[in-house]
């Protein structure tokens, strides 16, 4: 069962500030990073798990630098296929998740995509989260897993987010 979800905490922009200032501490790499995931999106409910987009110019760029951010305590993991996914724990608990995606991938990514949609529209804020909180009930149940249960809404919102960019809609679910 996934982590329980909590109210927004103001406190999560400092949490991604700072784990962008470590990232960028371990490496020598120029990356852009971008707080996303929900604990970006001001008032909305989340496993308070801070996930991070990070531009890199291409592959051998991230693994350049893999080494570095392992020695900091980051470590590979995630059924992620489209990009690499490095994660962070802390006291055993999964504190951090970041995504790096390459140059020529960073502005039709999905996660990016909702983001900024969601900041945009709190209507779909709301129908976002409560679309969480049914999935942790599932999950729960044992009738979906949390991810499975949440990708329908998420799909739905990206999808007309992609629309209004002028982008194709593509499947959320990459596991």
């Known amino acids: 069962m996934p982590r329980m979800l909590v109210a927004y905490d103001p406190a999560w922009a400092d949490r991604f500030a ?3 200032v470590e990232i960028r501490s371990l490496t020598d790499a120029d990356w852009l990073i971008e707080h996303i995931g929900s604990t970006a999106i001001p008032g909305m409910r989340a496993k308070p798990i801070i996930d991070l987009a990070i531009r890199i110019r291409d ?15 980051w470590r590979r993991g995630s059924a992620v296929r489209t990009h690499p996914v490095m994660i962070r724990e802390t006291d055993g608990i999964r504190s951090a998740i970041a995504h790096f995606f390459v140059a020529e991938d960073w502005d039709a990514a999905n996660q990016r995509i909702l983001r900024d949609w969601l900041l945009a529209h709190p209507d779909d804020v709301d129908r976002y989260s409560h679309a969480k909180c049914d999935a942790v009930a599932a999950a729960a149940r044992g009738r979906s897993t949390y991810n499975a249960a949440k ?3 998420i799909q739905e919102i990206v999808d007309r987010a992609r629309a209004a960019r002028g982008l ?7 596991k």
């Not at 592959?59 to 305590?73: H, I, M, N, V």
């Not at 809609?169 to 990459?174: A, N």
């Open 151 to 153: 990708t329908p809404v």
């Open 18 to 20: 700072g784990i962008a």
């Open 59 to 73: 592959l051998e760029d991230f693994e350049a630098q893999l080494p570095a951010l392992e020695a900091g305590g």
């Open 168 to 174: 194709p809609p593509v499947p959320v679910y990459d």
